[in-house]
């Protein structure tokens, strides 16, 4: 059968014109990235060696490695490294635990379930203002929910009423009190990753586990949990860039206080930039903000492609 | 007919522009004061003075003015007039603001010579950039006078021993109610707190520290910090302040009948008005007194008392100046209507309108002019506001805060760590670690 051929050298025309659309089209996101996305970082890193206010740049001075020496020995600074792997470690746990329990309670889709699901992703919705706002009515020291409520005759036939203080005042209590927050926050957003994950399990795996005589725990270990890796990778690195970013609800709640008890990498830069003029020094905590970010992503990701081999 | 239209439309294009091209538009930036309220008569009063002259303000929260002005003074640009504050803020713009000793004195001619001088200290002393539109001091004991008569509180206190009998009454007729409240959640307020113990026991002490010639170190600092921590044990500061915002808990609590008495800046003297005198536009003279359980109350203030002994002192100076841009003097009729503007605010009627309303809390820097006190019809309240005003005349230690923002903000810190317990002598190395290094 005779067929028709295109003209030798056609098909290479037809590719090039197709790459250089394909160039057109990317364009506007390529400037754009590289505006905004690029030469940011160049700049950040390039004004991380300079002493300078952040406001003429002809005062700005070169100094080396000086502001991460200063970074590195600021103790404030490990400290809210530290405050934030704490951060990290106890909102993922809790976090993950509770978000997929909910999304395995929903996910046989009994009678009210729309509800429930619509019910916990509220929060989510909610500007981190909301959220600070009620919580801080919520443990305010005086007249507050929770200490009305320790305080309250109920409070006291429990014997709680001891327990009461402030829980933002306290540098024992105030980082906990943000973690709370942040975990009624976004609770919902890992229960919505895990109704997601779990569409990925047919009900068949399900029947064969229950047929095994598998329970509750059994099934959630070993058939469920192993399953859900890639959606854990996803919650995992969402909660890790999170909490090395997290701002808005320690500035609200907060401010980093009491004294530097709920100082995060990202509340001392704000300081430093916003409050302190320091943008060189500020600039510095930027970078290794970035490179921690990078680091433990590229760690987690690795672990992730391992267990996926295995 | 279609080339008479097209003339007719033309005709009124270049009208329109060029009615357009003679109006001068003058950005001014601010922070609170004036408010976006104050800007509407203010806009409309100015602009029926000056038709050629159209006024665009702005009104921001501070750490976002802070960034903005950073970002415009960086790229060359900036609003044409914006409010200062001595200390940090002017220190770090002044490269950026026109020296108005020469263009403005017609104007700062009109204002207390005193006021000018100071304007002229914290411009850097070889310059006034900013012209000072009314002048405020930290730290008031703010109170609910009808809980005091209840509790047979007759004198006003005055001294440590006086305001802790004054809390016990307190604490006795009202047993749910807070006594005293001070709160010390944020470091804007924090830094005052500790630059008035400081003061306290030395008149300039905080400023002498600014300037290098005392250590943070020093016994006096230990000492101020140690009247702090006194306060606490004695349990007239709880421990709590450390979690309670001044505004809105701290001031909540005041008007909202929870608490009898209250720490803040003589700028909330509106609260002391009363809920039977309205304004001119038919409101209170302050929101804080809406529709609020202490409705019928009635509240006065007076100096925290010096808790090192002796007589009060307060902090402050000038509050809020006038700065114009430095590229408006590249343009004469800008420069014109800047100046213009400068005058109706510091010696028109913008200065009338902003100084005159009790809720700015604002003393007029305009010579022989005096606080509206018409909003303070009850005996205690209009002597908690001459309370405020004597003692912003004559009882100044020193200006608020000091010009490195990274040094207030560990001041703040120190007062929050002393409250919670720590080591002052610690605290106060931190302090002058941070003073040291430089950042």
Same mark, same amino acid.
């Given at each position: 059968m005779a067929t028709t051929r295109a003209p030798a050298g056609a098909f290479q025309v037809l590719r090039r014109k197709e790459v250089l659309w394909g160039y057109g089209f990317l364009a506007p996101i390529l400037v754009l990235m590289g505006l905004f996305v690029v030469y940011g970082l160049y700049f950040v890193v390039k004004i991380s060696f300079f002493k300078w206010d952040?406001?003429? !740049? %002809?005062?700005m001075v070169f100094r080396g490695f000086r502001n991460y020496v200063l970074l590195f020995s600021d103790t404030n600074f490990l400290m809210a490294v530290l405050n934030a792997v704490i951060f990290l470690v106890v909102t993922v746990s809790v976090q993950m635990f509770a978000g997929l329990m909910v999304a395995l309670l929903l996910r046989p889709k009994l009678f009210g379930h729309r509800f429930f699901k619509a019910l916990f992703y509220i929060p989510v919705a909610l500007s981190t203002t909301v959220i600070a706002t009620t919580f801080a009515a919520f443990y %305010? !020291? @005086? *007249?507050g929910v929770l200490n009305s409520v320790l305080t309250s005759d109920f409070g006291k036939t429990l014997g709680v009423s001891g327990l009461a203080h402030s829980w933002l005042g306290d540098p024992s209590t105030a980082l906990g009190a943000v973690i709370v927050a942040n975990i009624f926050q976004w609770m919902g957003a890992q229960m919505i990753f895990y109704i997601a994950g779990l569409t990925t399990i047919s009900d068949e795996v399900f029947e064969a586990a229950q047929i095994d005589g598998a329970g509750f725990w059994p099934t959630l270990t070993q058939v469920v949990w192993p399953s859900l890796w890639p959606t854990h990778t996803t919650v995992i690195i969402l909660g890790m860039v999170g909490a090395i970013k997290t701002f808005d609800i320690v500035w609200l709640l907060t401010q980093g206080g009491p004294g530097n008890a709920t100082q995060f990498p990202a509340t001392m830069l704000y300081q430093s930039v916003? +409050? @302190? *003029? +320091?943008a060189g020094y500020g600039a510095s905590i930027s970078v290794v903000m970035i490179l921690l970010c990078i680091g433990l992503s590229a760690v987690q990701i690795s672990f992730n492609n391992r267990k996926r081999e295995a | 007919m279609k080339k008479m239209a097209l003339s007719v439309v033309l005709a009124a294009l270049v009208a329109f522009s060029l009615s357009a091209a003679d109006k001068v538009v003058l950005t001014w930036w601010t922070w609170t004061l004036p408010t976006q309220e104050d800007f509407v008569v203010l806009k409309k009063g100015f602009e029926a003075k000056y038709p050629n002259i159209e006024l665009q303000p702005s009104v921001n929260q501070m750490d976002d003015y802070k960034t903005k002005l950073k970002v415009e003074f960086s790229s060359g640009t900036g609003p044409d007039i914006m409010s200062m504050q001595p200390g940090s803020m002017i220190d770090q713009f002044k490269p950026y603001l026109l020296d108005l000793t020469a263009p403005a004195k017609a104007t700062l001619d009109k204002l207390e010579p005193a006021i000018v001088a100071e304007a002229k200290l914290r411009s850097g002393g070889d310059a006034v950039r900013m012209a000072p539109l009314g002048a405020s001091s930290t730290m008031f004991v703010y109170y609910n006078a009808t809980y005091f008569k209840k509790a047979g509180i007759t004198k006003v206190p005055s001294t440590t021993a006086e305001l802790l009998d004054a809390a016990a009454k307190l604490k006795k007729t009202y047993p749910d109610k807070v006594p005293f409240t001070l709160g010390l959640k944020d470091s804007w307020f924090n830094g005052d707190v500790f630059g008035i113990f400081a003061d306290q026991v030395e008149k300039g002490l905080l400023e002498k520290a600014d300037l290098g010639t005392v250590k943070f170190t020093d016994a006096k600092f230990v000492k101020a910090l140690g009247n702090l921590k006194g306060l606490v044990d004695k349990g007239?500061? &709880? $421990?709590?302040s450390v979690g309670v915002a001044v505004y809105e808990d701290s001031i909540g609590l005041l008007m909202d009948g929870k608490a009898a008495m209250h720490v803040n800046g003589g700028w909330n003297v509106a609260n002391l008005s009363s809920t039977k005198v309205k304004n001119d536009a038919g409101k209170l003279y302050s929101d804080r007194r809406e529709g609020r359980a202490t409705v019928d109350d009635v509240f006065s203030a007076f100096p925290l008392p010096n808790f090192n002994g002796g007589s009060p002192v307060v902090l402050g100076g000038i509050d809020i100046g006038i700065a114009i841009n430095k590229?408006?003097? $590249? &343009?004469p009729a800008k420069l014109d209507a800047a100046l213009k503007l400068m005058d109706y605010m510091l010696a028109g009627d913008g200065q009338k309108f902003e100084t005159g309303r009790a809720g700015a809390g604002l003393i007029p820097s305009i010579k022989g002019a005096k606080m509206n006190l018409t909003p303070f019809v009850d005996k205690e309240s209009a002597d908690g506001a001459n309370a405020i005003v004597t003692a912003t005349n004559t009882m100044m230690a020193g200006p608020r805060g000091v010009t490195n923002p990274a040094v207030f903000t560990q001041l703040g810190v120190a007062v929050q760590n002393v409250v919670n317990g720590k080591d002052i002598a610690t605290e106060l190395k931190a302090i002058q670690d941070v003073y040291d290094k430089q950042m």
């Open positions: 952040g406001v003429d !740049p %002809e005062t %305010e !020291p @005086n *007249f916003a +409050q @302190n *003029f +320091q | 007239l500061v &709880d $421990k709590n590229n408006a003097a $590249k &343009d």
